[in-house]
């Protein structure tokens, strides 16, 4: 008996289409799986974008309070709660000291981050909301939810072999909730609910002592009773006068003794005080007090003052004031000989408004121009945390002295001799701003291609180029006395320092390249097409 074609055939389509309609259920079956799972899951991601969306908040409140791009990173990559952390610590430092934004120093000294050197630029460069998003599984670490769009052949189409694939293809293509599709939700919950972004990342907080105005107002009040201790009673009165017999019948070397003796025992008092106070304080804010280092000054000598600050990597003003100072005056020599039309900035030029004269204001009681922002803002920050009752840029202690008590409340001053104690005059902020401003006269006329030393509180001297130097952050130029860095001009024959280490440098290149990022956000986005 022959075949029966017809049979064949009949029976071959019924079980190629029972094939194809197994296949359709299994992918149509495997979406409403997928789907279901993703209606599940869907309110996981929401919770772990909350969490993105609030590390992220704190990451930017952290940039605000001075923590570099680099570590509010390194932080978020440290733990769960690392940059919760990192942001409480910096406000409570913040707090303490009075102002709203830490120096480098300030969070150099709170935070330590031992492998901050080798993160990489790239997620350095990230945007930070998409870097928090990925830390806590609302975006892939690396790979893509995108299945493979390889199209089948149009034989496996007609079979239903392309089924699932199609099914995925919807999936992955639709938007199911807020901006992902299915696959997405179903891809990200299965990843870890935290994952760190830089290995090894970790993060240790050092216990700062702040040298608040508490602080301050104590050891002042502590010190002035131990000189006045040390003079008074049987044994002080006895050693002096000792050495006022020692010293013969001559009224002035006799004098002279009297004062020799109690100055060595107020400063035999004093010695181990101020010592105290610099090793618990030196990382709070000791010796940025300028009140603090007049009074070290007075009781102990401009030579033990250098002594200490150089004992604690501050650097005495001595030696390189003076080395400035001549640097100063060569290039001003320099200009005036050469007539190059760039003058030497003065304060009243870079941190003042341009000059306003009222017709009114006549002689010594003319009033300088206010401050630019910038000039409020070091002088600010200079007055933080400091026994100040307040100041004013635009009156010299001179000119106060030759007003009438109606001048000085017409000019906002205080009017008695009472109510200038603690009070800053324009000498005063002239001071201040000396030094970060020479600072700006050479980073803001760099020739590129020259070299210039700069002197890192705390870490040494390095020889920079222009070009170097401009990658860098003004913040850490416009501190107020003394800078964290302090630039110098080379003269010719003068030794040069080591060059910069790469590490140093982008430290403060890592600052820089968030306040340009920060100043572009701030003008908006740009219509490429204007």
């Not at 952290?62 to 978020?76: E, F, H, I, K, N």
């Not at 001071?431 to 006269?441: D, G, H, I, S, T």
């Given at each position: 008996?022959?075949?029966?074609w ?98 480098v ?32 599984g ?25 089924a ?16 992902l ?34 602080a301050?107002?104590?050891?002042s ?10 003079v ?37 008092a004093?010695?181990p ?29 401009t ?17 390189e ?5 001549s ?5 001003s ?9 760039t ?7 870079t ?48 000119q ?9 409340k ?5 009017e ?10 324009k ?61 110098t ?14 590490r ?16 572009k956000?701030?003008?908006g ?6």
């Amino acid at each position: 008996m022959g075949l029966d074609w017809k049979m064949f055939a009949a029976d071959f389509l019924t079980e190629v289409t029972e094939d194809i309609e197994e296949r359709q259920d299994a992918a149509k079956e495997y979406e409403k799986e997928q789907k279901a799972a993703a209606e599940r899951n869907a309110q996981l991601i929401q919770q772990r974008d909350l969490k993105a969306r609030s590390a992220a908040s704190l990451g930017k409140q952290a940039r605000a309070l001075g923590a570099s791009p680099a570590q509010v990173r390194t932080a978020m990559a440290s733990g769960v709660t690392g940059i919760a952390d990192l942001y409480n610590k910096l406000q409570a430092a913040a707090n303490t000291k009075g102002i709203k934004t830490l120096g480098v120093d300030d969070v150099d000294a709170l935070i330590n981050m031992p492998n901050l050197a080798t993160v990489n630029q790239e997620l350095v460069d990230m945007p930070l909301e998409e870097f928090a998003k990925r830390t806590y599984g609302v975006q892939p670490l690396t790979t893509t939810t995108k299945p493979d769009t390889k199209e089948a052949s149009m034989l496996a189409s007609m079979f239903g072999y392309d089924a699932k694939q199609r099914a995925e293809k919807r999936l992955s293509d639709k938007e199911y909730a807020g901006g992902l599709s299915v696959a997405d939700i179903n891809a990200l919950s299965r990843q870890s609910e935290y994952s760190s972004l830089i290995d090894d990342a970790t993060m240790t907080f050092t216990e700062v002592d702040y040298f608040t105005s508490d602080a301050s107002l104590t050891f002042s009040k502590t010190l002035s009773k131990a000189m006045s201790d040390a003079v008074s009673g049987d044994d002080a009165e006895a050693y002096i006068k000792s050495k006022v017999r020692a010293a013969g019948n001559d009224i002035e070397a006799r004098k002279e003794a009297d004062r020799k003796a109690r100055a060595l025992l107020k400063a035999k008092a004093a010695k181990p005080l101020i010592e105290h106070f610099a090793e618990t304080y030196y990382k709070g804010g000791f010796f940025d007090n300028r009140l603090v280092k007049n009074q070290i000054e007075a009781s102990m000598g401009t030579t033990y003052l250098n002594e200490l600050l150089d004992i604690y990597g501050y650097g005495s003003d001595t030696q390189e004031d003076s080395d400035q100072d001549s640097s100063t005056t060569s290039s001003s020599t320099d200009s005036l000989e050469g007539n190059q039309e760039t003058p030497i900035i003065n304060v009243e030029q870079t941190l003042r408004q341009p000059e306003v004269i009222d017709p009114e204001a006549e002689g010594s009681t003319e009033a300088a121009s206010p401050l630019t922002d910038e000039g409020k803002a070091i002088v600010e920050q200079a007055l933080s945390g400091q026994l100040i009752k307040g100041y004013t840029a635009e009156f010299t202690r001179e000119q106060w002295d030759n007003m009438s008590r109606k001048e000085r409340k017409d000019n906002g001053l205080p009017e008695s001799r009472l109510g200038i104690v603690g009070f800053d005059f324009k000498d005063d902020i002239d001071e201040m701003l000396e030094k970060p401003l020479r600072n700006l006269n050479i980073k803001r006329n760099l020739d590129p291609d020259k070299e210039y030393k700069i002197k890192i509180k705390g870490k040494g001297t390095y020889t920079v180029t222009g070009n170097q130097l401009s990658t860098m952050s003004d913040s850490a130029f416009t501190s107020p006395y003394k800078p964290a860095i302090e630039i110098t001009e080379y003269r010719e024959g003068d030794n040069k320092a080591k060059k910069i280490t790469q590490r140093i440098l982008e430290r403060y290149q890592r600052d820089f390249k968030e306040e340009v990022q920060e100043e572009k956000d701030s003008l908006g986005p740009t219509n490429p097409n204007m």
